[in-house]
């Protein structure tokens, strides 16, 4: 909404995600966890909360748009950088129970951010 560059304009992404678990030790298969458990994890999280979903600002005027033309949209407390959807990632598999280390998501295949926390 105050962004000066052309992310200010309505527009989507199709991005690759790479989520990181950490653990002291190994289970009992030699693992840290079972990759098929975070990927249906995350699978959930996408397909509930953004696959051809608008994220959009709490704040921001389309929103009544949206609503009269009973248009699929998710509002947020922030604008949906991807910075924010790491975080809601993160998040997301951390309350699943996994003990993340990070969640990465590259909008192009030079661009990308981390969310982690100490």
């Known amino acids: ?54 994220l959009l600002h709490e704040d921001d005027p389309i929103i009544p748009a949206f609503i009269a033309n009973n248009e699929r949209y998710l509002a947020i407390k922030s604008h949906p950088t991807a910075e924010v959807i790491s975080k809601m990632i993160y998040e997301y598999i951390k309350q699943a129970g996994f003990n993340v280390a990070n969640v990465t998501i590259w909008e192009t295949s030079s661009a990308s951010a981390c969310y982690q926390e100490d």
Do not use: P, W
């Open 1 to 54: 909404m105050n962004h000066q560059g052309k992310c200010r304009n309505l527009h989507g992404h199709s991005v690759k995600a790479a989520i990181t678990i950490k653990q002291l030790e190994l289970n009992d298969d030699g693992m840290v966890c079972d990759f098929s458990d975070i990927r249906d994890c995350v699978d959930e999280f996408i397909e509930k909360q953004l696959d051809h979903n608008f």
